[in-house]
T-cell receptor, first 121, second 114 residues
Framework: AQTVTQSQPEMSVQEAETVTLSCTYD???????LFWYKQPPSRQMILVIR??????QNATENRFSVNFQKAAKSFSLKISDSQLGDAAMYFC??????????????????FGTGTRLTIIP | DAGVIQSPRHEVTEMGQEVTLRCKPI?????LFWYRQTMMRGLELLIY????????DSGMPEDRFSAKMPNASFSTLKIQPSEPRDSAVYFC????????????FGPGTRLTVT
């Protein structure tokens, strides 16, 4: 079974600075997907960024980017120019490719335990 | 699209009562997931459906929990009888049919069992 580890329960960063959240995972699969979800106090789970394992290029979404190291099984999230609205819990998640001849698009997400990010004004 | 819709948003009930949580997935999504979030256990999958058929219910805690998906636009998660340890936030999510199968979450139902 796959596992996802987030070793930083809490992080804080000064507004406008850059912060990196860590995530490692364990899998024997070669094809999979990785996600970062944000959960603000409203508790809504919001997708921040995704990475397909077969893509070598790191994903980027505006101020959010990832450092995907497949051999090291590492998937960190970098937030640049931090804003007060970035304060939230951040969850790293793993999804199998699901392309095994069975039904696709239905594989579950395995989540890490989350990192609480605080933005200091 | 309105996104994934869950009801109720909050539920407070007494131990022993039956609780039913409801979910309407995004139209056109063919997979639906029920997750539970607690401080102790984090986010955990309870059950998921594909084309209305339960695929994996290994995360369902015990027989007190049951889930149904009678059609593509509606699912329920029922707890009977409820216990205080069932207090949690329950999320429903649905997923696209195309790669990379992004899951869209509903706003969650906060359940409190006293």
């Amino acid at each position: 079974a796959q596992t996802v580890t987030q070793s930083q329960p809490e992080m804080s960063v000064q507004e406008a600075e850059t912060v990196t959240l860590s995530c490692t995972y364990d899998t024997s699969e070669s094809d999979y997907y990785l996600f970062w979800y944000k959960q603000p106090p409203s508790r809504q789970m919001i997708l921040v960024i995704r990475q397909e394992a077969y893509k070598q290029q790191n994903a980027t979404e505006n101020r959010f980017s990832v450092n995907f190291q497949k051999a090291a099984k590492s998937f960190s999230l970098k937030i640049s120019d931090s804003q007060l609205g970035d304060a939230a819990m951040y969850f790293c998640a793993y999804r199998s490719d699901g392309f095994s001849g069975l039904m696709g698009g239905n594989e579950k997400l395995t989540f890490g335990t989350g990192t609480r990010l605080t933005i200091i004004p | 699209d309105a996104g994934v819709i869950q009801s109720p948003r909050h539920e407070v009930t007494e131990m022993g009562q039956e609780v039913t949580l409801r979910c309407k997935p995004i139209s056109g999504h063919n997979s639906l997931f029920w997750y539970r979030q607690t401080m102790m256990r984090g986010l955990e999958l309870l059950i998921y459906f594909n084309n209305n058929v339960p695929i994996d219910d290994s995360g369902m805690p015990e027989d007190r929990f049951s889930a149904k998906m009678p059609n593509a636009s509606f699912s329920t998660l029922k707890i009977q009888p409820s216990e205080p340890r069932d207090s949690a936030v329950y999320f429903c999510a649905s997923t696209t049919e195309t790669e990379p199968y992004e899951q869209y979450f509903g706003p969650g139902t906060r359940l409190t069992v006293t």
